[in-house]
């Protein structure tokens, strides 16, 4: 069967602090993944998908960035937080089969003070 | 622009009640839709997903859909308190890798 694995589970970092999430899926091979944030109170918004190593699409202009080094590993990073970027961060993966559906990761609350 | 609308609620019920939630949307080349479930702090857990019109049951919850009316629909059965959560509808087209998300339904079930 298929995990997702995502990790820290919470984090505080301070304004200007680099940040680093790591996401990796196992039991699958060559699956879209995705990147998500969700802030308090507030939607699911996406920030970006791979459908493929060194593939990158980004959704919205941010501080943030995304590297997929390997097949079933999902970076998402930053070199300066903003207070703006604190939120529910979530990580997902769906087989590449259209109309497939969507599994997330435990996702990591990210504070930023 | 493609989009999903869900009353955000909040939706309150009675235990052992049905809950009735509703989702509407706006691209007539959608193909897939699903419900998530998720519980505060927690990530969206899949709950549902239907991709012809009518309906299909899985224990407690049936989801419809209505692709004339653009319209999708989850019937919570015999309501429980542990379904109190926030439901998420999203919705697919073939030739998307992206799901269009609604900002979710709040439901509260009272013991």
């Known amino acids: 069967s298929q995990t997702i694995h995502q990790w820290p589970a919470t984090l505080v970092q301070p304004v200007g602090s680099p940040l680093s999430l790591e996401c990796t899926v196992e039991g699958t091979s060559n699956p879209n993944l995705y990147w998500y944030r969700q802030a308090a109170g507030r939607g699911l918004q996406l920030l970006f998908y791979s459908v493929g190593i060194g593939q990158i699409s980004s959704e919205v202009p941010q501080n943030l960035s995304a590297s997929r080094p390997q097949d079933r590993q999902f970076i998402l990073s930053s070199k300066k937080l903003l207070l703006s970027d604190s939120g529910f961060y979530l990580c997902?993966?769906?087989?590449?089969?259209?109309?497939?559906?969507?599994?997330f990761g435990s996702g990591t609350q990210l504070s930023v003070l | 622009q493609k989009e999903v609308e869900q009353n955000s609620g909040p939706l309150s019920v009675p235990e052992g009640a049905i809950a009735s939630l509703n989702c509407t949307y706006s691209d007539r080349v959608s193909q897939s839709f699903f419900w998530y479930r998720q519980y505060s702090g927690k990530s969206p857990e899949l709950i549902m997903s239907?991709?012809s019109n009518g309906d299909k049951e899985d224990g407690r919850f049936t989801a419809q859909l209505n692709k004339a009316s653009q319209y999708v629909s989850l019937l919570i059965r015999d309501s429980q308190p542990s379904d109190s959560a926030t439901y998420l509808c999203?919705?697919?087209?073939?030739?998307?890798?992206?799901?269009?998300w609604g900002l979710g339904t709040s439901l509260a079930v009272n013991p």
């Open positions: 999203a919705w697919g087209a073939g030739n998307n890798r992206k799901l269009i």
């Open positions: 239907i991709y």
């Open positions: 997902a993966w769906r087989r590449t089969d259209f109309n497939e559906k969507l599994f």
